[in-house]
């Protein structure tokens, strides 16, 4: 079972221009990052993959904070898109080593 104390920050999120001078996908950092935490969660398990997926999105949130509604939930899915591969692979790790722990216990006998 993978299990790490910290999930890397959201590190440098993104924030849209307001100007429009940002193009949809580009990346702009606001300069401010939120830590996540997991190693409490077993990402092997889909209701601990969705608690991590609810901090990540919390998190989010704090650091796109904007008085404009449509810049903060803009920022926010391009902060969550930008944490998406991460994720992915921290759970496909903890899936596969499940799956391991699991076939070695099968074949043990006593």
């Not at 077993?42 to 949130?61: E, P, V």
């Not at 076939?103 to 043990?108: D, R, S």
Request: hydrophobic share 40%.
């Amino acid at each position: 079972m993978f299990r790490s104390t910290l999930f890397a920050a959201l590190g440098s999120l993104a924030l849209i221009a307001t100007a429009g001078s940002a193009s949809a996908g580009e990346f702009i950092s606001n300069g401010r990052t939120s830590e996540v935490r997991h190693g409490d969660l077993d990402l092997s398990k889909a209701s601990d993959q969705q608690q991590l997926r609810q901090r990540i999105a919390r998190a989010a949130s704090r650091v796109c904070k904007s008085d404009d509604r449509s810049t903060a939930q803009a920022c926010k899915a391009m902060a969550i898109a930008q944490v998406e591969a991460p994720i992915s692979a921290a759970i496909a790790r903890a899936e596969t080593s499940e799956r391991y722990a699991d076939a070695g216990a099968k074949g043990v006998q006593n």
